[in-house]
């Protein structure tokens, strides 16, 4: 089946493989900061809770010419680079075509969720083009992170999760979100193992703060609760902020207990909703004051030139560089 540009394969009842993949890289993706539900397997492979589903991706980059080499693709005989020189030949052909295995899936979900989830309709390698040509920090920070994609992720979770990213590491994140979702999510088996999709947030506006607290989530447990009895009386409503400009978006936002600039900003760019954003953490901040600033900087002059020079592809500049500076870890010597 061809669908926009991809072709998509039922490999048996449960798994599918999309081709034609580019610009895609799964580490890049799902170890970036942008999410909290996807964990890494032996196989390279990454499972995770979105959308109401569970499902396990694979990805693996075609070897060009070489018929030779044949990797075992969830039993099915492909021509894919073998797993251990997996990453060394995606760093060498960043925009070689590779196959994407999504595992406990079908061609109905691809269309109706994981094409717009994955951002499979946006056109990558013209965006790295654009901000690669803005300058050498940018792309360095491209080179360096040439498989990011920017999620989609369901808006009330993005927002619920990056309240409980505030002062916290990406570890207690994901176990937080990983409780909440255990006590108030529903149930999902997946290869003998339990899941839990991520609470509606009628669900989640019930809940007793004592119970959200015991969740792992600490002093925010009254913002995530005050905010979602807010939400679920539609005080935010996503449509409504796509409506917005971007600062109104923002400011709305930030009416909701617990939530500022960085988490309205995380929350607007990750669930898709605006992509001019540039959500500033203690890594952007360090990246840009170490490398473009050569100073110490005040948010609202980030902001502004960020703004100024990355105009409307402010978020995507900010993933890269984020990813960037935490793995190099620029500037965490201060």
Known sequence: ??????????????????????????????????????????????????????????????MGNDENKVEQGYNCEVHY????????????????????????????DFISIWYDYLDLGRDYDKIKQILSAKDNIMKTAVEFGYGIRLLKQDFYEALISFIISANNRIPMIMKAVAA???????????????YYTFPEISKLAMADMEEILECKTGFRCKYISSTSKLLNEDVV????????????????????????????????????????????DVWVKRVMEELYFKREASLKEIQDFAAGHFGALAGFAQQYLFYYARENKIGASK
């Not at 909440?180 to 339990?194: A, C, N, P, Q, V």
Request: with cysteine; hydrophobic share 30%; proline share 3%.
């Open 81 to 108: 680079c073998e797993n251990e020189n997996q990453e060394k030949n995606n760093k060498e052909n960043k925009s070689q075509e590779g196959t994407l295995y999504i595992k406990n899936s079908n061609m109905d």
């Open 1 to 62: 089946m061809e669908y926009k540009g991809y072709t998509i394969t039922s490999i048996d009842e449960n798994i599918i493989a999309v081709d034609n993949i580019r610009d895609f890289n799964l580490v890049h993706i799902f170890e970036c900061g942008q999410c909290f539900r996807w964990y890494k397997q032996k196989d390279g492979s990454y499972t995770g809770v979105a959308k109401g589903k569970v499902v396990n991706i694979l990805y693996k980059m075609k």
């Open 237 to 280: 409503v996503p449509p409504e902020l796509c409506e917005l400009s971007t600062l109104d978006a923002r400011e709305k936002l930030k009416q909701l207990p617990g939530v500022g600039n960085k988490v309205a900003d995380c929350s607007l760019l990750y669930s898709g909703i605006k992509y001019d954003v540039f959500p500033t």
């Open 180 to 194: 909440i979702s255990e006590r108030f999510g529903e149930k999902i088996l997946f290869e003998d193992k339990i």
